[in-house]
């Protein structure tokens, strides 16, 4: 048992007060970064078999895939990396490592995925709903252990921690960005499924990832 849990069982001393701040053990971050990274990489999946896009690095890879019909996993990486150097000497040397193999266990997960996994038919509007909220959620875990889901992740993140911007409305513009430029590719019917998969996609951040919201770390 460490320290932290120590404290909040220790039943002589003064009660540990649940807001007081918990540091995060190693087995706990790594267990959220696999998790985190699971649940972004199976949202790809979903959102891919129905043909749409969402926000972030995950949306511009999607797009890129769609376009070229490279493995979406590929585009994540080279798209993460140039923006997780822009953010490295702000974020310290653990989010860069952390992000860094968070990107490429997606890499790894989306290349692996089709041989565990054949979408032959899915609904959009499911895939827009579960597949945003599963990327959503899996940023989130990713963000609250130290790690960035992709390269914008690290630059909201960077924002959040330095200018305290709320993290679902600085999502939210960069978003908005990425469905812009999803129009070269999507009927109006899929940029309408990919603007819903972005509003839960950044409302899981709006709702879950403000200043004072949680005090692990």
Do not use: C
Not at 32 to 40: D, E, K, R, S, Y
Request: aromatic fraction near 10%; hydrophobic fraction near 55%.
């Amino acid at each position: 048992m460490d320290s932290d849990s120590a404290k909040l069982l220790d039943l002589d001393g003064p009660p540990a007060r649940l807001g007081d701040p918990l540091r995060h053990g190693r087995f706990e971050d790594f267990y959220a970064l696999f998790v985190g990274t699971i649940l972004v990489s199976l949202g790809l999946v979903l959102l891919q078999g129905a043909g749409i896009v969402t926000g972030g690095v995950a949306g511009l890879a999607l797009l890129a895939a769609y376009l070229t019909g490279w493995p979406v996993g590929l585009f994540f990486v080279a798209l993460t990396l140039p923006m997780l150097a822009l953010t490295a000497r702000a974020m310290g040397r653990a989010f860069v490592v952390k992000t860094s193999l968070v990107v490429l266990g997606i890499l790894l997960f989306t290349l692996l995925a089709p041989r565990a996994i054949r979408i032959t038919s899915i609904d959009p509007a499911f895939a827009a709903i579960v597949g945003g909220s599963i990327v959503g959620m899996g940023a989130l875990a990713l963000a609250r252990h130290g790690a960035g889901a992709g390269g914008t992740g690290a630059i909201i993140l960077w924002l959040y921690r330095e200018r305290g911007w709320n993290a679902g409305r600085t999502q939210m513009a960069l978003d908005g960005f990425v469905l812009l430029l999803s129009l070269v590719k999507m009927s109006p019917a899929q940029f309408g499924w990919s603007l819903l998969s972005v509003v839960f996609m950044a409302g899981v951040l709006w709702m879950w990832h403000r200043p004072g919201r949680y005090t692990g770390y």
